[in-house]
């Protein structure tokens, strides 16, 4: 079993910014592919931006210039830099991954909720 616990959400001004993190842990080989999504109230969940094992990164273009994804692949954590965030920023906010146990599978973490006030 594998389990991704979130951390730092919360609520913000537009035009600030907020850190999100995310561990991974549980029995496992490796991971692929580690990253966020979010989904806002009455909307589908959409990607945010994502990381690769060898650091390729992809961004939704909505955040793109903004966010900022990094990874620490010895520690199993992905953290995602908000900046010049935005009222339509706002949404509940997973982490994403894909372990590889004895196949691939993807996990999510519990969300976190990420509220901008304009």
């Known amino acids: 079993q594998v389990q991704l616990v979130e951390s730092g959400g919360g609520l913000v001004q537009a035009g600030g910014s907020l850190r999100l993190s995310c561990a991974a842990s549980?029995?496992?080989?490796?991971?692929?592919?580690m990253g966020w999504y979010r989904q806002a109230p009455g909307k589908q969940r959409e990607l945010v931006a994502t990381?690769?094992?060898?650091?390729?990164?992809n961004f939704a273009e909505s955040v793109k210039g903004r966010f900022t994804i990094s990874r620490d692949r010895a520690k199993n954590t992905v953290n995602l830099q908000m900046n010049s965030l935005k009222f339509e920023d706002t949404a509940v906010y997973y982490c994403?991954?894909?372990?590889?146990?004895?196949?691939?599978?993807?996990?999510w973490g519990q969300g976190t909720q990420v509220t901008v006030s304009s």
């Open positions: 990381i690769t094992t060898g650091g390729t990164s």
């Open positions: 549980g029995s496992f080989v490796s991971i692929d592919v």
């Open positions: 994403y991954a894909r372990v590889y146990t004895s196949i691939f599978r993807t996990y």
